[in-house]
């Protein structure tokens, strides 16, 4: 493996999730895809939220066109903030205030070879995965008395981080024919959207690819909608979100605690099932078959049993930390290019 320095970077809707390796030990690590000038922040008065609040992630602070911004916290923590789920979303401020503060938790002041993703329909739009590079590449001045210097960026479809990650920590001998061999499709459910690629004999069949809009926020809007026919009010999606981001089983709602894995369930099974008929019907148009499917992300376990539905006779394969599969697939194909 090269000595330089690598960084595959993941930000999505959701989360922020980028993987590096400082003095010869690979790094992990996540943040909630918040970001928004500092006098947003309704749990700190004056703004000054260094410490974070109890029990909230803490922020980093960071510098965007003269303006302070905070990045990396919790959405429940800003007032009157509205996610950008538009096409415009690598061109505003807070993704900006995510990439600075993703620079900065590296530590590093020079890197190598920074990778990337996009949205399988976004990534087919060469004119946009430009703008993304141009974007990430150069000097940034992420602080007054801190900058970074990204040498070399690389964009990929976001399901080809999983792909990378999957070839790389799959030990199954039997998995690895069928993707060296056969046709091997790579779903990455996330926050905003479903993509997929299929991989032939390990080479992209763009006909075969695509982006669904059922992905995790219809599944949390589908268990809020539940919560309420049981309990009369509907909870709020960010508490949702929060819950499923740090892996707690529960919100409480009401003065109640609310057990969420039956909700999650049935949820993700009506959008995993919607999903995958969308990429089936992409599929059949293209005369492919499924010998494996791959699902990472953050929504990855949501779409396993509609996938096994779906594809019975393939070998359905969820990395162990299928949260952090696309950023490390992303620092995998970094290394590799070095």
């Known amino acids: 493996m090269s000595q330089g320095s690598v ?53 980093i602070q960071v510098v965007i066109d003269g303006e302070s911004y905070f990045a990396g916290v919790e959405p429940a923590s800003l007032d009157s903030w509205e996610r950008i789920l538009g096409d415009d979303y690598i061109d505003s401020k807070p993704y900006k205030a995510l990439f600075f503060a993703a620079l900065a938790k590296t530590g590093m002041s ?44 690389t964009v990929l479809p976001q399901p080809g981080g999983a792909y990378y990650h999957a070839i790389n920590t799959i ?59 049981d309990y009369s009010t509907p909870p709020q999606i960010h508490n949702l979100e929060k819950a499923v981001r740090l892996g707690r089983g529960f919100i409480m709602h009401m003065s109640e605690k609310v057990v969420l894995e039956e909700y999650l369930r049935r949820a993700g099974y009506e959008s995993g099932s919607t999903a995958i008929q969308k990429l089936k019907n992409t599929i059949r148009l293209d005369g492919v078959t499924a010998d494996v499917v791959i699902i990472a992300g953050g929504g990855a376990e949501f779409y396993r049993e509609a996938a096994k539905e779906a594809f019975n006779k393939a070998r359905i394969f ?16 970094g290394t590799s290019a070095l």
């Open 7 to 59: 960084v595959g970077l993941d930000i999505g809707y959701s989360n922020v999730k980028m993987v590096y390796q400082e003095g010869g030990v690979k790094k992990s690590v996540i943040m909630p895809a918040g970001a928004a000038p500092t006098a947003q922040f309704s749990n700190n008065p004056g703004g000054n939220m260094a410490g974070g609040a109890a029990g909230a992630a803490k922020p």
């Open 171 to 229: 030990d199954d001998p039997e998995i690895m024919e069928r993707i060296e061999f056969g046709r091997c499709i790579v779903i990455d459910p996330g926050f905003y959207s479903v993509d997929y690629v299929t991989f032939d004999e390990g080479a992209i069949r763009y006909g075969s690819a695509g982006t669904s809009l059922e992905a995790m926020s219809r599944i949390l809007q589908r268990v809020a909608d539940e919560i309420h026919k």
């Open 318 to 333: 969820v990395p162990q930390d299928h949260v952090h599969a696309v950023a490390d697939g992303y620092f995998i194909a």
């Open 110 to 153: 020079e890197i190598d070879h920074l990778v990337t993703g996009l949205p399988v329909n976004h990534f087919m739009d060469v004119k946009y995965r430009n703008r993304l590079s141009k974007i990430m590449e150069g000097e940034h001045q992420i602080a007054p008395r801190k900058t970074v210097n990204v040498k070399k960026v």
